[in-house]
């Protein structure tokens, strides 16, 4: 049975930074490409960022280049989210995601979510 857990969310003031992690179990991680998404109040859920198996190729949404790094531990089996000079539209649940080798920016190509942890960002 496949299990992302993250952990890390919480409240912090804006300019902060918080670390997500995500760790994975009942899948063979490193052949899994990782996602980072989040669904703001009222929003649709959306792609936040991504690493391939290996860790070759990353992709992050415009909103948060420069912001927020994704990395990710084969070894440890975890994907982490990096998340620097938090804003207040930062405010969401975020969730962790799974599916084979590449990434992909279509919520539906992805095969294993978390439960998600609810990341605050006060003014």
């Known amino acids: 049975q496949v299990q992302l857990v993250e952990s890390g969310g919480g409240l912090a003031q804006a300019g902060d930074s918080l670390r997500l992690s995500c760790a994975a179990s009942g899948l063979t991680f490193s052949t899994y490409a990782m996602g980072w998404f989040r669904r703001a109040p009222g929003k649709e859920r959306e792609s936040v960022a991504a690493?391939?198996?290996?860790?070759?190729?990353?992709n992050y949404a415009d909103s948060v280049k420069g912001r927020f790094t994704i990395s990710r531990d084969n070894a440890k089996r975890t994907v982490d989210l990096q998340m620097n000079n938090l804003k207040r539209e930062d405010t969401a649940v975020y969730y962790c995601a799974a599916r084979l080798w590449y990434w992909s920016q279509e919520l539906g190509a992805w095969n294993y979510w978390g439960q998600g942890t609810q990341v605050t960002v006060a003014s």
């Open positions: 690493i391939t198996w290996n860790g070759g190729s990353v």
